[in-house]
T-cell receptor
Framework: DAGVIQSPRHEVTEMGQEVTLRCKPISGHDYLFWYRQTMMRGLELLIYFNNNVPIDDSGMPEDRFSAKMPNASFSTLKIQPSEPRDSAVYFC???????????FGPGTRLLVL | GEDVEQSLFLSVREGDSSVINCTYT??????LYWYKQEPGAGLQLLTY?????DMKQDQRLTVLLNKKDKHLSLRIADTQTGDSAIYFCAEGNTGTASKLTFGTGTRLQVTL
C-alpha cells in the first residue's frame, strides 16, 4: 500500500483565498484524522471521521475551516477565507479498527501570505 | 482537559543512551504512544504501551511507565545519528478510536 496520500505537499496562497487540502487514507481504514502542526501550538487534532461520518470536530478552530469525507477513500479540509495565522503543516492520518496506531501522511505545508 | 508535557530538546553523543521523558495528566489513559517525526515527514509510530504495563522493550527501545506519577519515558540504547528526530509522546483512552493528545515533542540531536 502507498500509505496515506496528501496533496498538495506545499501550498502558498494569499490571504483571503480559499485553500483545499486533500487526503487519501489507506484502503480499508475506518478512521481518518486531520491534524495541524505549528511551532507555537504543537500538534493539534482538528477533526476525525469514522466510516466517513465526522465524530468530533471540536478542534476545528473557526467557521472558516470545514472538512468533508464524501467516501471512504477521500477527504478534504477547506479553509475559506485563509489567513496568515493558518500557516502550518496539516497532516492527515488514518487508522483501521482494532489497531492501536494511526498512520500519518507526509503533510501539506501551507503558507498564507 | 488532557495535557501532555515533554522537554523540548535533548542532545546525546552517538553510542550513548537517550532518555526522553513525558508527563501526562489524564488518569484514564489506556494507551500511551511514542511517535517519531523526521524532517519533512509525518509521524511514525515507534511503540506503545498499555496502561496496565510498566515496561515494554522492543530492540533498542525501552518504554517505562509510572502510572502513579503519570510519567512515561523512552530509552534508546546505542543512539545513532539516524535517531535524530522529534519524538512525540501521546495518550489515548480507547486505542484506535480515540482522540490522541500529543505532547509538544522532544527534538533529539545526536552528535558524533
Amino acid at each position: 500500500d502507498a500509505g496515506v496520500i496528501q496533496s498538495p505537499r506545499h501550498e502558498v496562497t494569499e490571504m483571503g483565498q480559499e485553500v483545499t487540502l486533500r487526503c487519501k487514507p489507506i484502503s480499508g481504514h475506518d478512521y481518518l484524522f486531520w491534524y495541524r502542526q505549528t511551532m507555537m501550538r504543537g500538534l493539534e487534532l482538528l477533526i476525525y471521521f469514522n466510516n466517513n461520518v465526522p465524530i468530533d470536530d471540536s478542534g476545528m478552530p473557526e467557521d472558516r475551516f470545514s472538512a468533508k469525507m464524501p467516501n471512504a477513500s477521500f477527504s478534504t479540509l477547506k479553509i475559506q477565507p485563509s489567513e496568515p495565522r493558518d500557516s502550518a503543516v496539516y497532516f492527515c492520518a488514518s487508522s483501521p479498527v482494532g489497531q492501536e496506531t494511526q498512520y500519518f501522511g507526509p503533510g501539506t505545508r501551507l503558507l498564507v501570505l | 482537559g488532557e495535557d501532555v508535557e515533554q522537554s523540548l530538546f535533548l542532545s546525546v553523543r552517538e553510542g550513548d543512551s537517550s532518555v526522553i521523558n513525558c508527563t501526562y495528566t489524564d488518569s484514564s489513559s489506556t494507551y500511551l504512544y511514542w511517535y517519531k517525526q523526521e524532517p519533512g515527514a509525518g509521524l511514525q509510530l515507534l511503540t506503545y504501551i498499555f496502561s496496565n504495563m510498566d515496561m515494554k522493550q522492543d530492540q533498542r527501545l525501552t518504554v517505562l511507565l509510572n502510572k502513579k506519577d503519570k510519567h512515561l519515558s523512552l530509552r534508546i540504547a546505542d543512539t545513532q545519528t539516524g535517531d535524530s528526530a522529534i519524538y512525540f509522546c501521546a495518550e489515548g483512552n480507547t486505542g484506535t478510536a480515540s482522540k490522541l493528545t500529543f505532547g509538544t515533542g522532544t527534538r533529539l540531536q545526536v552528535t558524533l
